[in-house]
């Protein structure tokens, strides 16, 4: 395939250093297949990358984002995981298929080039079928925030229906969450400081949710809710100090799963709480591409149905990242195609 398409580059650090160019379809490599992108999803990553200081050391222009649903139009040579118009979405960490993590991952969007671009060619290892049941908007959703809210409740012991499982924020991951937990039997608690996002998270099969400007304690109300158990589970996306209040809210030998920096990447919290309770904290950094394959099985047999926010035309991703800002319910999508 000859021509050109349209790509999101950041040429230096700032996200005021975006720009969409033309540039040439690539084509595919050994063992590499060429995907026309249909949908991109949006991670609060792009924030953290774009605004934080993640591109400092960047040569070149950088392609953004990680999260990719499309088509596959042409292999290269010795490429024989998929069929030409088979559906896939991008594996978030490029090499990393099961077990264990790597002490070195390249992840999409970052080590690796990103996805924002009409067409990319990446190596056909990188890449999982998309699910049969949802289209590619709802699908592109999936490689980040939904695998690590799947590998935060799965990996390690799945909720058992009756357990209480705790989310914080209505963003992807704590959605993703909601819908997960509550399929396999167990009670969801949602934090927000949105009551109208609390409203729509029960919806989605929350059981409880408290407002965290009106309950500044909510571990405490975490407690009262389990009548003094606290919970199974804990979904820690806020980080900083308060995962204290995680702590203090777990129930005897529940576990906490890292993941948000919301608060910051450094974290201080009073280790009697969870010394006493036997409890377990775990670190999550997305997941592995077997991981994302179970997630897409359970995403047809359970006919989960991905929660979009906003889908917004390729030529408007600056607004996208404006709405990021914001916080939004559920993912935040361009359309690519």
Known sequence: MSGTMKQWQLEQPGRQHLRLADVAIPKPGAGEVLVRVSAVSLN???????????????????????????????????????????RVIANFQTDWVDGLPPRQMRSLGASAPGVLAEYVAMPEGWLVASPTTVDDAQASTLPCAGLTAWTALMGSGAPLPGQTVVTQGTGGVSLFAVQLASAMGAKVIVLSGDEGKLVRAKALGAAHGLHRGHTPDWDAAVLE???????????????????????????????????????????????VPLMQRHGIIQGIFVGHRRGLEDLVRAVDALALKPVIDTVYPLAEFPKALEHLDRGPFGKLVVRVR
Do not use: C, W
């Open 44 to 86: 609060y990553r792009e924030k953290l990358l774009l605004d934080g200081g993640g591109y400092a050391g960047m040569t070149g222009p950088l392609v953004p984002t990680s999260d990719m649903a499309g088509e596959i139009v042409a292999t290269g040579a010795g490429a024989r995981r998929f069929q030409e118009s088979a």
């Open 225 to 271: 809710l389990t009548g003094g158990q606290g919970a199974d589970h804990i979904l820690e996306l806020v980080g900083g100090d308060n995962l204290g209040r995680s702590a203090k809210a777990l129930a005897p030998g529940g576990r906490i799963s890292l993941i948000g920096v919301f608060e910051g990447f450094d974290v201080r919290f009073p280790t």
